[in-house]
């Protein structure tokens, strides 16, 4: 059973760790690296917002993490997952749960070399909105 719960400070260490693994980065926008002590201040700050992050959890356990950045009427989604987490649908599934519970239009952007992911994105109902050299955009609607 796959769940999305609030993340709370108790969690920065772990979404940490599944943010900033060395392929993990290597997928991301920004593949700059960021020591705990930044992270930690950043998550502190995003546990104020009122853009949702929440925790992924596979029977109550710790799996990884999505959250959504709003602007305007629209959502960019980002998700992290544990290593052990990837390739069972458990990513497909908590984007699954994020869209829904956002009430926004999802704007999700992908390395053009993370297959993977794209596929991902597609099973979820993202369509096609643009694509660059580096990047894949995707959108999903309300």
Known sequence: MITLRAAR????LDVYRWNFAPDVRAQSTTQLAVSLCDHSKWFSRRLRST???WIVQENFHPTGVVRLDRTGDTARIS?????????????RKAIELAC?????A?????AVTNTA???CFEACGF????????????????
């Open 100 to 104: 829904r519970a956002s009430g926004y």
């Open 79 to 91: 998700i992290s997952l544990a290593p052990e987490a990837r390739g069972r649908n458990i990513g």
């Open 127 to 142: 369509t096609l909105a643009d694509r660059s050299a580096d990047r894949v955009t995707y959108r999903w609607s309300v």
């Open 106 to 110: 999802v704007i999700a952007e992908v």
């Open 51 to 53: 853009d949702p992050i």
């Open 9 to 12: 400070f108790v969690d920065c």
């Open 117 to 119: 992911s794209q596929k």
